[in-house]
Protein backbone atom coordinates (compact mmCIF):
# COMPACT_ATOMS: atom_id res chain seq x y z
CA UNK A 1 0.00 0.00 0.00
CA UNK A 2 1.17 3.66 -1.02
CA UNK A 3 1.16 5.41 2.55
CA UNK A 4 0.40 8.60 2.29
CA UNK A 5 -0.44 11.40 5.47
CA UNK A 6 -4.03 11.82 6.15
CA UNK A 7 -5.48 8.92 4.48
CA UNK A 8 -9.59 7.79 4.77
CA UNK A 9 -10.00 5.33 3.11
CA UNK A 10 -11.19 3.15 5.62
CA UNK A 11 -13.74 3.10 8.26
CA UNK A 12 -13.30 3.59 11.84
CA UNK A 13 -15.42 2.13 14.57
CA UNK A 14 -16.18 4.18 18.02
CA UNK A 15 -15.09 3.20 21.42
CA UNK A 16 -18.88 3.09 22.41
CA UNK A 17 -19.70 0.38 19.26
CA UNK A 18 -16.81 -1.68 21.22
CA UNK A 19 -18.08 -1.29 24.41
CA UNK A 20 -21.71 -2.33 23.32
CA UNK A 21 -20.69 -5.31 21.30
CA UNK A 22 -18.00 -6.62 24.03
CA UNK A 23 -20.99 -6.41 26.93
CA UNK A 24 -22.99 -8.53 23.90
CA UNK A 25 -20.31 -10.94 23.85
CA UNK A 26 -20.47 -10.90 20.08
CA UNK A 27 -17.19 -13.19 18.29
CA UNK A 28 -14.70 -10.23 17.59
CA UNK A 29 -11.25 -10.19 16.54
CA UNK A 30 -9.15 -7.41 17.81
CA UNK A 31 -5.46 -6.77 16.09
CA UNK A 32 -3.89 -4.82 18.11
CA UNK A 33 -0.64 -3.43 16.07
CA UNK A 34 1.02 -1.41 19.24
CA UNK A 35 4.45 -2.83 20.27
CA UNK A 36 4.17 -5.44 22.17
CA UNK A 37 5.27 -3.69 25.87
CA UNK A 38 2.37 -1.94 25.13
CA UNK A 39 -0.11 -4.18 24.20
CA UNK A 40 1.32 -6.16 27.55
CA UNK A 41 0.99 -3.53 29.85
CA UNK A 42 -2.82 -2.57 28.41
CA UNK A 43 -4.65 -5.41 26.52
CA UNK A 44 -8.59 -4.39 25.41
CA UNK A 45 -10.18 -6.82 27.64
CA UNK A 46 -13.62 -8.37 27.10
CA UNK A 47 -15.35 -11.80 27.81
CA UNK A 48 -15.04 -15.30 26.21
CA UNK A 49 -15.70 -14.25 22.39
CA UNK A 50 -13.32 -12.06 22.19
CA UNK A 51 -9.76 -12.81 20.56
CA UNK A 52 -6.67 -10.47 20.51
CA UNK A 53 -3.96 -10.82 18.58
CA UNK A 54 -0.80 -8.60 18.61
CA UNK A 55 1.35 -7.80 15.06
CA UNK A 56 3.02 -4.57 15.89
CA UNK A 57 2.29 -2.31 12.85
CA UNK A 58 5.97 -2.18 11.77
CA UNK A 59 5.66 -5.78 11.13
CA UNK A 60 3.58 -4.41 8.55
CA UNK A 61 5.97 -2.19 7.49
CA UNK A 62 8.58 -4.29 6.82
CA UNK A 63 6.43 -7.12 5.20
CA UNK A 64 2.80 -6.48 4.28
CA UNK A 65 2.09 -9.62 3.01
CA UNK A 66 3.68 -11.65 5.60
CA UNK A 67 1.85 -9.46 7.90
CA UNK A 68 -1.47 -9.95 6.71
CA UNK A 69 -1.29 -13.65 5.81
CA UNK A 70 -1.19 -14.06 9.93
CA UNK A 71 -4.54 -12.54 10.08
CA UNK A 72 -7.32 -14.92 9.83
CA UNK A 73 -9.54 -14.52 6.99
CA UNK A 74 -13.40 -14.51 6.98
CA UNK A 75 -14.11 -12.59 9.69
CA UNK A 76 -14.21 -8.63 10.79
CA UNK A 77 -10.77 -7.48 11.28
CA UNK A 78 -10.99 -4.36 14.64
CA UNK A 79 -7.31 -2.99 14.42
CA UNK A 80 -6.37 -1.00 17.40
CA UNK A 81 -2.90 0.95 18.04
CA UNK A 82 -1.93 4.00 20.36
CA UNK A 83 -3.45 7.18 18.91
CA UNK A 84 -5.06 6.01 14.97
CA UNK A 85 -2.76 6.64 12.35
CA UNK A 86 -1.39 3.25 12.23
CA UNK A 87 -4.27 1.07 12.84
CA UNK A 88 -5.38 3.25 9.81
CA UNK A 89 -1.98 2.06 7.98
CA UNK A 90 -2.67 -1.53 8.60
CA UNK A 91 -6.07 -1.66 8.28
CA UNK A 92 -6.08 -0.16 5.06
CA UNK A 93 -3.26 -3.14 4.16
CA UNK A 94 -5.90 -5.14 4.85
CA UNK A 95 -8.28 -3.98 2.86
CA UNK A 96 -6.59 -4.11 -0.12
CA UNK A 97 -6.41 -7.40 0.49
CA UNK A 98 -10.24 -8.34 0.79
CA UNK A 99 -10.28 -8.24 4.23
CA UNK A 100 -13.20 -6.63 6.21
CA UNK A 101 -11.32 -4.30 8.60
CA UNK A 102 -11.86 -1.17 10.84
CA UNK A 103 -10.07 0.95 13.18
CA UNK A 104 -10.34 2.05 16.24
CA UNK A 105 -11.04 5.83 16.15
CA UNK A 106 -8.98 7.69 18.50
CA UNK A 107 -6.51 4.86 19.48
CA UNK A 108 -6.15 2.86 22.67
CA UNK A 109 -5.84 6.43 24.16
CA UNK A 110 -9.26 7.43 23.25
CA UNK A 111 -10.89 3.61 24.28
CA UNK A 112 -8.50 4.52 27.59
CA UNK A 113 -10.92 7.63 27.95
CA UNK A 114 -14.32 6.29 27.39
CA UNK A 115 -17.12 6.48 29.72
CA UNK A 116 -19.88 4.53 29.63
CA UNK A 117 -23.23 6.30 31.46
CA UNK A 118 -25.88 3.85 32.89
CA UNK A 119 -28.58 3.46 35.71
CA UNK A 120 -28.33 1.28 38.53
CA UNK A 121 -31.43 2.29 40.57
CA UNK A 122 -34.29 4.63 39.56
CA UNK A 123 -37.10 4.73 41.98
CA UNK A 124 -39.62 8.11 43.03
CA UNK A 125 -36.85 9.34 44.82
CA UNK A 126 -34.11 9.55 42.38
CA UNK A 127 -30.85 7.84 40.81
CA UNK A 128 -28.16 6.37 41.23
CA UNK A 129 -25.91 6.14 38.12
CA UNK A 130 -22.81 4.85 37.49
CA UNK A 131 -20.43 6.03 35.43
CA UNK A 132 -17.66 3.98 34.44
CA UNK A 133 -14.20 3.77 32.49
CA UNK A 134 -14.27 0.19 31.35
CA UNK A 135 -10.79 0.00 29.90
CA UNK A 136 -9.67 1.01 33.28
CA UNK A 137 -12.19 -0.92 35.25
CA UNK A 138 -13.16 2.37 36.78
CA UNK A 139 -16.55 2.75 38.48
CA UNK A 140 -17.98 6.37 40.04
CA UNK A 141 -21.49 7.13 40.86
CA UNK A 142 -24.17 9.85 41.00
CA UNK A 143 -26.97 10.01 43.29
CA UNK A 144 -29.31 12.42 41.87
CA UNK A 145 -32.60 13.24 44.19
CA UNK A 146 -34.82 16.18 44.35
CA UNK A 147 -33.15 18.32 42.28
CA UNK A 148 -29.86 18.22 43.90
CA UNK A 149 -26.64 15.59 42.67
CA UNK A 150 -23.56 14.49 44.77
CA UNK A 151 -20.82 12.49 42.91
CA UNK A 152 -18.83 9.79 44.49
CA UNK A 153 -15.22 9.18 43.09
CA UNK A 154 -15.79 11.18 39.84
CA UNK A 155 -12.76 10.89 37.04
CA UNK A 156 -10.94 13.31 35.32
CA UNK A 157 -13.39 13.94 32.56
CA UNK A 158 -15.30 16.17 34.24
CA UNK A 159 -17.62 17.11 32.04
CA UNK A 160 -19.12 13.67 31.60
CA UNK A 161 -20.68 14.48 34.90
CA UNK A 162 -21.50 17.92 34.37
CA UNK A 163 -23.57 16.59 31.45
CA UNK A 164 -25.10 13.95 33.76
CA UNK A 165 -26.16 16.09 36.30
CA UNK A 166 -27.07 18.68 33.57
CA UNK A 167 -29.37 16.40 31.69
CA UNK A 168 -30.86 15.33 35.05
CA UNK A 169 -31.61 18.89 35.65
CA UNK A 170 -29.90 18.58 39.41
CA UNK A 171 -27.14 21.11 40.62
CA UNK A 172 -24.40 19.76 42.37
CA UNK A 173 -23.59 19.97 46.36
CA UNK A 174 -21.54 17.13 47.01
CA UNK A 175 -18.54 15.30 45.45
CA UNK A 176 -17.18 12.93 47.27
CA UNK A 177 -13.66 11.17 47.12
CA UNK A 178 -13.70 7.78 49.00
CA UNK A 179 -10.26 8.27 49.05
CA UNK A 180 -7.40 9.42 47.65
CA UNK A 181 -6.91 7.42 44.52
CA UNK A 182 -3.44 6.14 43.63
CA UNK A 183 -4.38 4.16 39.65
CA UNK A 184 -6.40 7.32 38.16
CA UNK A 185 -6.50 10.33 38.73
CA UNK A 186 -9.58 12.52 40.47
CA UNK A 187 -11.94 14.60 39.00
CA UNK A 188 -13.03 15.89 42.44
CA UNK A 189 -10.86 18.84 42.75
CA UNK A 190 -11.53 20.41 39.33
CA UNK A 191 -15.44 19.70 39.38
CA UNK A 192 -15.72 21.94 42.85
CA UNK A 193 -13.59 24.56 41.46
CA UNK A 194 -15.90 24.63 38.43
CA UNK A 195 -19.06 24.07 40.12
CA UNK A 196 -19.10 25.46 43.47
CA UNK A 197 -19.70 22.22 45.12
CA UNK A 198 -17.58 21.19 48.13
CA UNK A 199 -15.49 18.72 47.74
CA UNK A 200 -14.97 15.80 50.34
CA UNK A 201 -12.20 13.58 51.31
CA UNK A 202 -10.59 12.29 55.06
CA UNK A 203 -7.91 14.30 55.96
CA UNK A 204 -5.64 11.30 56.71
CA UNK A 205 -5.44 10.83 52.69
CA UNK A 206 -4.36 14.09 52.45
CA UNK A 207 -1.02 13.16 52.97
CA UNK A 208 0.94 11.65 50.87
CA UNK A 209 1.86 8.16 52.30
CA UNK A 210 5.58 7.92 51.09
CA UNK A 211 6.42 11.71 50.47
CA UNK A 212 4.33 12.63 54.25
CA UNK A 213 3.51 15.79 52.33
CA UNK A 214 0.68 17.62 53.23
CA UNK A 215 -2.05 18.21 50.35
CA UNK A 216 -2.15 21.71 48.60
CA UNK A 217 -5.79 21.48 46.99
CA UNK A 218 -9.02 22.72 48.63
CA UNK A 219 -10.85 19.87 50.25
CA UNK A 220 -13.32 19.71 53.26
CA UNK A 221 -12.33 16.76 55.86
CA UNK A 222 -15.11 13.92 56.05
CA UNK A 223 -15.47 11.68 59.19
CA UNK A 224 -17.17 8.39 60.85
CA UNK A 225 -20.98 9.45 61.42
CA UNK A 226 -20.82 12.54 59.13
CA UNK A 227 -24.86 13.11 57.49
CA UNK A 228 -25.42 15.02 54.31
CA UNK A 229 -28.74 15.16 52.48
CA UNK A 230 -29.18 14.65 49.04
CA UNK A 231 -32.85 15.68 48.23
CA UNK A 232 -34.95 13.14 49.52
CA UNK A 233 -31.67 10.48 50.33
CA UNK A 234 -29.22 10.64 52.82
CA UNK A 235 -25.24 9.48 53.09
CA UNK A 236 -23.66 8.93 55.72
CA UNK A 237 -19.28 8.58 56.25
CA UNK A 238 -18.18 5.24 57.10
CA UNK A 239 -14.45 5.05 58.03
CA UNK A 240 -12.65 1.90 56.50
CA UNK A 241 -9.04 2.18 56.84
CA UNK A 242 -6.59 -0.30 55.19
CA UNK A 243 -6.70 0.29 51.50
CA UNK A 244 -6.02 4.10 52.87
CA UNK A 245 -5.99 5.29 56.01
CA UNK A 246 -8.71 7.83 55.22
CA UNK A 247 -10.64 5.56 53.21
CA UNK A 248 -14.20 5.95 53.48
CA UNK A 249 -17.56 4.03 52.63
CA UNK A 250 -20.46 6.23 51.77
CA UNK A 251 -24.00 4.82 52.72
CA UNK A 252 -26.99 6.29 51.01
CA UNK A 253 -30.40 5.37 52.80
CA UNK A 254 -33.69 6.40 50.42
CA UNK A 255 -36.73 6.93 51.85
CA UNK A 256 -38.18 3.63 50.50
CA UNK A 257 -36.09 1.97 52.94
CA UNK A 258 -33.61 0.60 50.13
CA UNK A 259 -29.97 1.30 51.20
CA UNK A 260 -26.41 1.20 49.14
CA UNK A 261 -22.66 1.27 50.07
CA UNK A 262 -20.21 3.00 48.06
CA UNK A 263 -17.15 0.88 48.82
CA UNK A 264 -14.54 2.77 46.56
CA UNK A 265 -11.55 0.11 47.44
CA UNK A 266 -12.84 -1.34 50.77
CA UNK A 267 -14.35 -4.05 49.04
CA UNK A 268 -14.94 -5.28 45.11
CA UNK A 269 -17.68 -8.01 44.36
CA UNK A 270 -15.10 -10.32 44.11
CA UNK A 271 -11.88 -8.65 46.04
CA UNK A 272 -10.92 -5.67 48.50
CA UNK A 273 -8.76 -3.16 48.32
CA UNK A 274 -4.69 -4.09 48.75
CA UNK A 275 -3.41 -2.82 51.70
CA UNK A 276 0.55 -2.36 50.20
CA UNK A 277 -0.31 0.77 47.80
CA UNK A 278 0.87 3.08 50.59
CA UNK A 279 4.03 1.61 50.84
CA UNK A 280 2.83 0.23 54.78
CA UNK A 281 1.73 -2.82 53.57
CA UNK A 282 2.74 -4.55 57.01
CA UNK A 283 1.11 -2.28 59.27
CA UNK A 284 -2.32 -1.53 57.17
CA UNK A 285 -2.90 -5.26 56.86
CA UNK A 286 -4.06 -5.69 60.63
CA UNK A 287 -6.29 -2.45 60.24
CA UNK A 288 -7.52 -3.66 56.83
CA UNK A 289 -8.91 -6.92 58.84
CA UNK A 290 -10.32 -5.03 61.54
CA UNK A 291 -12.59 -3.10 58.94
CA UNK A 292 -13.39 -6.01 57.29
CA UNK A 293 -14.59 -8.52 60.22
CA UNK A 294 -15.80 -5.89 62.60
CA UNK A 295 -16.34 -2.30 60.48
CA UNK A 296 -18.45 -3.76 57.59
CA UNK A 297 -20.69 -6.05 58.90
CA UNK A 298 -22.12 -2.94 60.88
CA UNK A 299 -22.03 -0.23 57.35
CA UNK A 300 -24.47 -2.90 55.10
CA UNK A 301 -27.54 -5.13 55.71
CA UNK A 302 -28.23 -8.16 53.49
CA UNK A 303 -29.90 -5.69 51.10
CA UNK A 304 -27.62 -3.07 51.23
CA UNK A 305 -27.02 -2.32 46.88
CA UNK A 306 -22.57 -2.72 47.14
CA UNK A 307 -21.32 -0.16 44.94
CA UNK A 308 -17.49 -0.56 44.18
CA UNK A 309 -14.56 1.79 42.31
CA UNK A 310 -13.26 -0.93 40.44
CA UNK A 311 -13.90 -4.15 38.66
CA UNK A 312 -11.20 -6.59 37.71
CA UNK A 313 -12.92 -8.23 34.88
CA UNK A 314 -16.01 -7.50 33.12
CA UNK A 315 -17.76 -10.62 34.05
CA UNK A 316 -18.10 -9.13 37.81
CA UNK A 317 -21.11 -6.90 36.45
CA UNK A 318 -24.70 -7.88 34.77
CA UNK A 319 -25.14 -8.25 30.95
CA UNK A 320 -25.58 -4.71 30.75
CA UNK A 321 -22.34 -3.52 32.24
CA UNK A 322 -23.66 -2.65 36.17
CA UNK A 323 -21.07 -3.77 38.74
CA UNK A 324 -23.39 -4.14 42.34
CA UNK A 325 -24.55 -6.43 43.77
CA UNK A 326 -26.45 -6.56 47.44
CA UNK A 327 -24.14 -7.33 50.14
CA UNK A 328 -25.58 -10.80 51.22
CA UNK A 329 -24.63 -12.09 47.45
CA UNK A 330 -21.38 -10.32 48.00
CA UNK A 331 -20.63 -11.99 50.86
CA UNK A 332 -21.36 -15.69 49.73
CA UNK A 333 -19.66 -15.51 46.45
CA UNK A 334 -16.26 -13.02 47.44
CA UNK A 335 -13.65 -15.49 48.46
CA UNK A 336 -11.48 -12.57 49.74
CA UNK A 337 -14.21 -12.02 51.91
CA UNK A 338 -13.95 -15.76 53.40
CA UNK A 339 -14.29 -15.70 57.16
CA UNK A 340 -10.49 -15.90 57.94
CA UNK A 341 -8.34 -15.65 61.53
CA UNK A 342 -5.96 -12.68 61.58
CA UNK A 343 -2.95 -14.94 60.48
CA UNK A 344 -4.34 -16.53 57.95
CA UNK A 345 -5.99 -13.30 56.67
CA UNK A 346 -2.47 -11.60 56.64
CA UNK A 347 -0.87 -14.43 54.79
CA UNK A 348 -4.10 -14.66 51.87
CA UNK A 349 -2.83 -11.04 51.55
CA UNK A 350 0.36 -11.07 51.30
CA UNK A 351 0.02 -14.02 48.74
CA UNK A 352 -2.09 -12.08 46.68
CA UNK A 353 -0.31 -8.79 46.36
CA UNK A 354 -0.01 -7.77 42.21
CA UNK A 355 2.78 -6.04 41.01
CA UNK A 356 2.88 -2.33 42.24
CA UNK A 357 3.18 0.33 39.58
CA UNK A 358 5.52 2.91 39.85
CA UNK A 359 3.50 5.63 38.73
CA UNK A 360 0.37 5.01 41.49
CA UNK A 361 3.09 7.06 43.51
CA UNK A 362 3.19 10.43 41.56
CA UNK A 363 -0.53 9.74 40.70
CA UNK A 364 -1.52 10.34 44.74
CA UNK A 365 0.93 13.34 44.26
CA UNK A 366 -1.49 14.51 41.48
CA UNK A 367 -4.66 13.95 43.66
CA UNK A 368 -3.52 16.24 46.15
CA UNK A 369 -2.25 18.54 43.79
CA UNK A 370 1.59 18.08 44.40
CA UNK A 371 2.19 18.08 41.03
CA UNK A 372 0.11 19.22 38.01
CA UNK A 373 0.68 17.05 34.47
CA UNK A 374 -0.72 17.86 31.10
CA UNK A 375 -3.50 15.98 29.52
CA UNK A 376 -0.32 13.83 27.31
CA UNK A 377 1.10 13.09 30.37
CA UNK A 378 -2.08 12.01 32.38
CA UNK A 379 -2.82 10.11 30.02
CA UNK A 380 0.78 7.87 30.33
CA UNK A 381 0.03 7.78 34.09
CA UNK A 382 -3.62 6.24 33.43
CA UNK A 383 -2.83 3.85 31.03
CA UNK A 384 -4.18 0.52 31.25
CA UNK A 385 -6.17 -1.18 33.63
CA UNK A 386 -5.92 -0.41 37.30
CA UNK A 387 -4.18 -2.99 39.67
CA UNK A 388 -5.82 -1.85 42.99
CA UNK A 389 -7.64 -5.14 44.08
CA UNK A 390 -6.04 -7.99 45.12
CA UNK A 391 -5.98 -10.68 42.85
CA UNK A 392 -7.68 -14.00 42.44
CA UNK A 393 -5.38 -15.86 40.75
CA UNK B 1 25.90 11.45 22.38
CA UNK B 2 28.96 11.35 19.82
CA UNK B 3 27.90 8.67 17.30
CA UNK B 4 29.37 9.10 13.79
CA UNK B 5 26.33 9.57 11.43
CA UNK B 6 26.03 9.81 7.44
CA UNK B 7 22.62 10.88 6.52
CA UNK B 8 20.07 13.24 8.53
CA UNK B 9 16.30 12.26 8.23
CA UNK B 10 14.10 15.26 9.93
CA UNK B 11 10.41 13.80 10.84
CA UNK B 12 9.88 16.24 13.46
CA UNK B 13 5.64 16.79 13.53
CA UNK B 14 5.54 13.48 12.22
CA UNK B 15 2.95 11.31 14.08
CA UNK B 16 2.64 7.21 14.18
CA UNK B 17 3.42 5.61 11.59
CA UNK B 18 5.09 7.97 9.17
CA UNK B 19 8.05 8.66 11.34
CA UNK B 20 9.06 4.75 10.98
CA UNK B 21 7.48 4.39 7.41
CA UNK B 22 9.79 7.13 6.47
CA UNK B 23 12.99 5.70 8.23
CA UNK B 24 12.43 2.46 6.06
CA UNK B 25 12.58 4.17 3.16
CA UNK B 26 15.32 6.37 4.13
CA UNK B 27 17.32 3.26 5.13
CA UNK B 28 16.42 1.36 1.96
CA UNK B 29 18.10 4.22 0.15
CA UNK B 30 20.99 4.33 2.47
CA UNK B 31 24.38 2.42 1.18
CA UNK B 32 25.10 -0.97 3.13
CA UNK B 33 27.07 0.12 6.77
CA UNK B 34 26.48 3.83 7.14
CA UNK B 35 24.08 5.14 9.82
CA UNK B 36 21.10 7.46 9.08
CA UNK B 37 19.90 9.49 12.46
CA UNK B 38 16.58 10.33 12.49
CA UNK B 39 15.34 13.35 14.30
CA UNK B 40 11.64 12.40 15.82
CA UNK B 41 9.16 14.33 17.79
CA UNK B 42 6.06 11.30 18.27
CA UNK B 43 7.79 10.09 22.06
CA UNK B 44 6.04 6.52 20.75
CA UNK B 45 8.66 6.20 18.38
CA UNK B 46 11.45 4.98 20.98
CA UNK B 47 10.12 1.97 22.17
CA UNK B 48 8.33 1.33 18.61
CA UNK B 49 12.18 1.38 17.17
CA UNK B 50 13.41 -0.54 19.40
CA UNK B 51 10.60 -3.11 18.64
CA UNK B 52 11.05 -2.76 14.59
CA UNK B 53 15.06 -3.80 14.69
CA UNK B 54 14.28 -7.00 16.05
CA UNK B 55 11.91 -7.83 13.18
CA UNK B 56 13.85 -5.77 10.46
CA UNK B 57 15.78 -7.19 7.62
CA UNK B 58 18.56 -4.68 7.59
CA UNK B 59 18.61 -2.47 10.52
CA UNK B 60 20.58 -1.97 13.56
CA UNK B 61 19.72 0.58 16.03
CA UNK B 62 22.94 1.65 17.43
CA UNK B 63 21.91 4.12 20.03
CA UNK B 64 18.85 6.37 20.78
CA UNK B 65 18.86 9.71 22.88
CA UNK B 66 15.99 12.61 24.11
CA UNK B 67 17.42 15.98 23.48
CA UNK B 68 15.70 18.88 24.92
CA UNK B 69 16.09 21.87 22.04
CA UNK B 70 14.60 25.19 23.32
CA UNK B 71 11.78 23.52 25.65
CA UNK B 72 10.72 20.85 22.31
CA UNK B 73 11.23 17.07 23.63
CA UNK B 74 13.28 15.45 20.40
CA UNK B 75 13.39 11.95 19.88
CA UNK B 76 16.67 10.80 18.04
CA UNK B 77 17.61 7.30 16.58
CA UNK B 78 20.75 6.29 15.18
CA UNK B 79 19.67 3.24 12.34
CA UNK B 80 22.62 1.58 10.59
CA UNK B 81 22.12 -0.10 7.60
CA UNK B 82 23.48 -3.99 7.80
CA UNK B 83 22.82 -5.52 4.34
Redesign the interface.
Given at each position: MT?T?GQTAVAAFTPAELYARILRDEPLFILDVR????FRRSPIEGRANLTTVNI????F??DEDGAAARVPAGREILVV???E??SQ?VAGVLQERGYRARYLEGGYVSWGNFYDVRDVVTADWGRIVQIARPARGDLSFAVISGGKAALIDPMRHTQVYRDVVAEAGATLTHIFDTHVHADHISGGPALAQETGATYYVHAYDAIHPIDVLPAVIAYTHVQEGDRFEIGAVTITARWFPGHTLGQVNYRLDAPDGRSALFTGDGIFLRSFGRPDLGGKGEAWTPILYRSITERLPRMADDDTLILPAHFSTLDEGDANGVFAAPFAEVRATNDALRPRDEAEFTSYVLSHLPVFPPEYVEIKRVNIGLVTPCDGAANELELGKNICALSNA | MSIAYDQTLDVKGAKCPMPLVKSRKAVNELPVGQVLKVIATDRGSVADFQGWVKTARNVELLAQETVNEGGQELFVHYLKRTA
Amino acid sequence: MTITEGQTAVAAFTPAELYARILRDEPLFILDVRNEEEFRRSPIEGRANLTTVNIPYFEFIEDEDGAAARVPAGREILVVCAREGSSQYVAGVLQERGYRARYLEGGYVSWGNFYDVRDVVTADWGRIVQIARPARGDLSFAVISGGKAALIDPMRHTQVYRDVVAEAGATLTHIFDTHVHADHISGGPALAQETGATYYVHAYDAIHPIDVLPAVIAYTHVQEGDRFEIGAVTITARWFPGHTLGQVNYRLDAPDGRSALFTGDGIFLRSFGRPDLGGKGEAWTPILYRSITERLPRMADDDTLILPAHFSTLDEGDANGVFAAPFAEVRATNDALRPRDEAEFTSYVLSHLPVFPPEYVEIKRVNIGLVTPCDGAANELELGKNICALSNA
Amino acid sequence: MSIAYDQTLDVKGAKCPMPLVKSRKAVNELPVGQVLKVIATDRGSVADFQGWVKTARNVELLAQETVNEGGQELFVHYLKRTA
